[in-house]
């Protein structure tokens, strides 16, 4: 399951990582879907600040997750 769980990890940072350096370019890849999705996914497409900022809590949690993985078994 670590590895599992390492996969994901890192999954986010990179995610993190890109909503941080281009907002406006990774949110649109992001707009289809069904409309309920859309309408949460919106504000994000619209705010590009609001977006970059939660691509850096997202890549720090995960950096903080993979941490605290050491313990988990396999």
């Known amino acids: 399951m670590r590895r599992f769980y390492w996969t994901l990890a890192l999954l986010l ?3 993190g990582v890109v909503a941080a350096v281009m907002p406006n370019r ?3 890849r992001w707009t ?3 409309s309920w999705y859309r309408r949460i996914m919106r504000p994000f ?3 590009a600040e609001a977006t970059r900022a939660l691509g850096v809590a997202e890549a720090l949690g995960a950096l903080w ?3 605290r993985m050491r313990d988990l078994p396999d």
């Open 26 to 28: 990774h949110m649109r």
């Open 13 to 15: 940072v990179g995610d």
């Open 65 to 67: 997750w993979t941490s």
């Open 32 to 34: 289809g879907g069904p």
């Open 45 to 47: 497409a619209e705010h």
